[in-house]
């Protein structure tokens, strides 16, 4: 499957930005879909995950301010964010991971799929 993630941007504290991933190739109802950042320096971490069935898992510092969902018609996911902080700045990905590979959803080494990455800056 390949994605493409899109969507970023420069946007000021409190601000909101709707990122979005479009998958081609295969149809990812039946994947575990995921939402990753890394900021200049740090690991890539796991910001959210929605799974084939819409169970979602947030990060504790995004709680109450992202949204995940998918669109399996579409083959879209996204990711809204809202309540921006300097501190959401960073590259954001969307993965893919097979329900039927190895590995729990909230490591990034059982993701097999990766796009190609969208800048997210948030101003202070």
């Known amino acids: 499957v390949q ?5 970023g941007g420069l946007v000021q504290t409190g601000g909101s930005l709707r990122l979005s991933c479009a998958a081609s190739g295969r149809a990812i109802s039946s994947y575990y879909m995921g939402w990753f950042r890394q900021a200049p320096g740090k690991e ?14 947030y990060a504790d510092s995004v709680k109450g301010r992202f949204t995940i969902s998918r669109d399996n018609v579409k083959n879209m996911v996204y990711l ?3 309540s921006l902080k300097p501190e959401d700045t960073a590259v954001y990905y969307c ?6 590979s190895s590995g ?4 990034k080494f059982s993701y097999g799929y990766w796009g190609q990455g969208t800048q ?5």
């Open 3 to 7: 994605l493409q993630a899109s969507g």
């Open 44 to 57: 890539r971490e796991l910001v959210a995950a929605i799974s084939s069935d819409d169970m979602t898992y």
């Open 80 to 82: 809204q964010m809202n």
């Open 95 to 100: 993965a893919a991971k097979s329900i039927y």
């Open 104 to 107: 729990s959803y909230y490591y």
């Open 120 to 124: 997210v800056t948030v101003s202070s």
